[in-house]
């Protein structure tokens, strides 16, 4: 089976922008989440998505948002970048809950 | 809420020595516990998890770890460390809630030969 996917692996924008990242979870796979990486504040969740409805939501602000489709790929945007979005984006899946979610290889985001 | 806490930031070991990553965490009703490792430029590598049963669990790699329900641990553990060990170990830990892990800030183990 080909594991999780991201798309892109690197992005580069500049203040005010806004970025749509990616995600392809292992086929069967229903349920996907994302994570923020940062030196600073180590690895922080974001959301999950089960069935394309959102059911978890971590701490960040309305500017992080993401969906699912029927396919259960993923996507998840920021709006109006700061400096401080600049991360590596982890999107992981799981075919149930309790088990291990499967992370890719991430998406390094570099905000000018 | 729940939490973990990774206590070193950065562990040293010979090659072919035990190592020793500890973990400790707190959430309420059962946990489900796991461990990544982190390669350079790399996303985050499952090695195991514990759900119930045996207090021991074996995972990819060589690597183990020890549940302990009353000290509310999961260290990692292995018995002979290769420099190829040399990487970023995550803890996590989630509810029964669904999917949303809770990482610990991650420890940096370094295998010298």
């Known amino acids: 089976k080909a594991g999780v996917t991201q798309t892109p692996r690197y992005l580069i924008k500049t203040r005010g922008q806004q970025v749509t990242l990616s995600c392809s979870p292992i086929s069967g796979h229903r349920s996907v989440s994302w994570y923020q990486q940062t030196p600073g504040q180590g690895l922080q969740f974001l959301f999950e998505y089960f069935s394309e409805t959102q059911r978890n939501k971590g701490n960040f602000p309305g500017r992080f948002s993401g969906r699912q489709f029927s396919n259960s790929r993923s996507e998840m945007n920021v709006s109006t970048l700061e400096l401080g979005d600049s991360a590596l984006y982890l999107c992981?899946?799981?075919?149930?809950?309790?088990?291990?979610?499967?992370f890719g290889p991430g998406t390094r985001l570099t905000v000018l | 809420a729940q939490s973990v806490a990774q206590p070193e930031d950065q562990v040293n070991v010979a090659e072919g020595n035990p190592l020793t990553v500890k973990c400790t965490y707190s959430v309420s009703g059962n946990p489900y516990l796991f461990w990544y490792v982190q390669y350079p430029n790399r996303g985050l590598q499952f090695l195991l998890k514990y759900i119930t049963g045996d207090n021991l669990v074996k995972g990819s790699y060589g690597f183990e770890a020890e549940f302990n329900k009353s000290q509310t641990s999961f260290h990692l553990k292995k018995p002979s460390a290769l420099v190829s060990d040399s990487a970023l170990y995550f803890c996590?830990?989630?509810?029964?809630?669904?999917?949303?892990?809770?990482f610990g800030g991650g420890t940096r183990l370094m295998v010298k030969p």
């Open positions: 992981a899946s799981s075919n149930r809950d309790s088990s291990p979610p499967f």
């Open positions: 996590a830990v989630v509810n029964n809630a669904g999917n949303m892990l809770t």
